[in-house]
């Protein structure tokens, strides 16, 4: 069976299960699932922000390297990187209020667009609540909507 669906996973869902929050098992089981019932892709800058929320935690090198081994080892995830197309519609979505405090989200979500990804799963709120927007600027650009996931909503 082809896997149809191509997913991109923010960082938010990454370390939902380390920080054992709320939705850890949702995000553990999204996580688990990539390469399996969706094809996963991860922004460079999303790792990045994984890896550096770990160190500022204080969480031991060990436990980090042993994490990051057990989701990238088995290349369930393709690595995006930032591309100029993704820039130009990342700064068409700082034109909103919102993503104009929030850069780093406005260049994941320009990612999602520019590669025409189905989806983005994330556990962050406000992300979820620029959905129209998003789904504007998509349409735009790549003719259909990408939608944003809540890992509690996958199954």
């Given at each position: 069976?082809k896997i ?8 938010s869902?990454f370390?939902?299960p ?9 995000c ?14 991860v922004?460079n800058?999303s790792?990045?922000?994984?890896f ?6 204080e969480?031991d090198l060990?436990?980090i390297?042993?994490y990051?081994h057990?989701?990238l ?7 995006l990187r930032i591309t100029?197309?993704s ?17 780093q989200d406005s ?7 520019s590669?025409?990804?189905d ?9 979820i ?6 789904r504007?600027i998509?349409?735009k650009h ?13 199954f």
């Amino acid at each position: 069976m082809k896997i149809q669906y191509n997913n991109l996973i923010d960082a938010s869902v990454f370390l939902e299960p380390i920080f054992e929050g709320e939705y850890k098992d949702e995000c553990l089981k999204c996580v688990n699932c990539a390469g399996r019932t969706y094809n996963g892709f991860v922004l460079n800058l999303s790792l990045g922000e994984t890896f550096t929320r770990m160190i500022e935690e204080e969480i031991d090198l060990t436990e980090i390297l042993k994490y990051f081994h057990i989701v990238l080892k088995e290349r369930r995830f393709k690595i995006l990187r930032i591309t100029s197309e993704s820039l130009e519609i990342s700064r068409e979505l700082l034109n909103d209020t919102w993503f104009s405090r929030k850069i780093q989200d406005s260049i994941i979500v320009g990612n999602l667009i520019s590669n025409k990804i189905d989806g983005l799963f994330t556990i962050d709120d406000e992300l979820i609540r620029c959905e129209e927007t998003i789904r504007k600027i998509s349409r735009k650009h790549i003719g259909r909507v990408v939608n944003l996931i809540h890992p509690k909503n996958m199954f």
